[in-house]
């Protein structure tokens, strides 16, 4: 806390294709760590940032693995996820599923 007050955080992944070209679809992913009630994911579909998908992650502060589930329509190359909150957070990790296409394009 910051004088009492919560102190927001925000942690941003790169772009990436996962090492691999096809389309794919992200199920979901498994956060190993502590986040706060309300934490929350966005998805970020391709390189451009066009299209954002937000997730509430209804926890507790435990240490613990959260598996957070994304729509079924996303499919893109490209994606980057951010993770925000306002509590205690430690990441220990993050493992992403992944259901590639396979329509090359």
């Not at 990436?16 to 096809?22: H, I, K, P, S, Y």
């Not at 992200?26 to 706060?36: A, D, E």
């Not at 970020?44 to 997730?55: I, L, V």
């Amino acid at each position: 806390t910051d004088a009492g007050m919560p102190v927001k955080w925000e942690v941003q992944t790169g772009v990436t294709d996962f090492g691999a070209r096809e389309l794919k679809h992200v199920p979901s992913v498994y956060v190993g760590g502590r986040l706060g009630p309300g934490a929350a994911f966005t998805v970020h579909e391709g390189e451009k940032r066009d299209a954002s998908y937000r997730y509430s992650t209804p926890r507790g502060q435990a240490a613990q693995n959260y598996r957070q589930h994304f729509g079924k329509g996303l499919r893109a190359r490209y994606y980057s996820f951010t993770l925000t909150g306002e509590s205690e957070f430690e990441l220990d990790g993050l493992h992403f599923e992944l259901a590639a296409s396979k329509r090359r394009l």
